[in-house]
């Protein structure tokens, strides 16, 4: 049975209020996205877990269609709390979501009100747990009624399967459509998750992080690293191991132009000067703005998370290298 750290809460990690609520999570939250289905190492995703933990990062983010294939990083998580860390339940927070395909039908994708309660009920089982700390919508629907999908969260919190709602992928026009929903209902709605990183920008862009300013939300980002290229591991080639070769499905030999490569080594240039590696530098650049509460880094070995932490250590950045930064990748890029 796994033993936590015993100084995991004085190792510097920090934790964000969720915009206006009483929920805080760590700067650093791990997802679960890669690297926890079948295909996976089960020993090397214990690994990830407690190296995650002992750290002090409480936050631990999956989906219902996490994989692959769909479902089985749920049961490989459920299974980790079951035999190692189940008696630190309370010291975590827990979020799942629902709103891709998940089983054939017309009832098993977007956000209809049967698919993400019966998605709920699903993701609990493969877990083994009462409720989630957070239940998402995954993306926005634009056949089903917003009213209809914001009262299936509504109904998963008020049921007791869940604590706070959220939301992912959402623009900032239909944020504050969905604030109205639950504000109405008295639904606890805390936060929104969307891709956020320095190459993919499109949240400064559609209104999500004034939005969120205004209403007084928290965001989370996901991708931070794009995929794993503003850690600098593609400069020289792309090597044997890495998510290119084994997975592709989410980053492929066909988006690694020169173009990007040219970009990105120029990024290289400034966090060598500010002394840190670049995953560092991108992370700390996601969270430098008021409303970010915190990233959600993946990993594949357990010295990426060690490293990427240090990142909670970075230097405010000058006007000077957020500048060039601007330069080598502008708002309406998009690698």
């Known amino acids: 049975m796994y033993l936590a750290e015993g100084k995991r809460y004085y190792g510097g990690m920090q934790y964000n209020r969720c915009g206006n609520s009483g929920l805080k999570l760590p700067v650093i939250s791990l997802g679960l996205w890669h690297n ?82 019966s998605s709920l009920d699903r993701s609990l089982q493969r877990m083994g747990l009462d409720y989630v700390d957070i239940f998402y919508h995954h993306r926005m629907d634009p056949e089903t009624p917003l009213e209809e999908t914001m009262g299936a969260l509504d109904q998963a919190v008020k049921s007791g399967k869940a604590l706070y709602a959220g ?26 998750q969307n891709a956020y990183s320095i190459f993919r920008r499109t949240v400064e862009k559609n209104g999500l992080l004034e939005a969120a300013r205004e209403e007084q939300k928290g965001v989370i980002a996901f991708s931070p690293l794009y995929q794993g290229v503003l850690t600098g591991r593609y400069l020289n080639g792309i090597p044997a191991d890495s998510r290119v070769r084994t ?19 120029g990024l290289y240039d400034i966090a060598c000067e500010r002394g840190e590696s670049m995953a560092q530098m991108s ?21 990426q998370i060690v490293d990427n932490l240090k990142a909670i250590e970075s230097a405010p950045f000058t006007r000077e290298e957020l500048d060039r930064i601007d330069q080598l990748a502008p708002v309406d890029y998009y690698g």
């Open 36 to 117: 926890f289905g079948d295909t996976a190492r089960y020993e090397t995703m214990k690994e990830l877990c407690f190296t995650a933990f002992d750290n002090g990062i409480t936050h631990f983010d999956l989906a219902n269609n996490y994989g692959p294939p769909e479902g089985s990083a749920e049961k490989n998580f459920g299974r980790i709390l079951k035999e190692e860390m189940g008696a630190y339940r309370d010291e975590m927070v827990i979020s799942t979501k629902a709103g891709y395909y998940m089983w054939p039908g017309p009832y098993g994708d977007f956000g209809s009100r049967k698919y993400l309660l």
């Open 167 to 192: 939301i992912s992928n959402y623009d900032g026009p239909t944020l504050k459509k969905a604030c109205r929903i639950l504000e109405e209902l008295k639904c606890p709605f805390i936060i929104n």
């Open 247 to 265: 997975d592709g499905r989410f980053l492929n030999e066909n988006k690694l132009t020169e173009d990007l490569m040219e970009r990105t080594r």
């Open 283 to 303: 992370l700390a650049w996601v969270l430098r703005g008021p409303v970010m509460t915190s990233v959600i880094i993946g990993a594949s070995k357990p010295e």
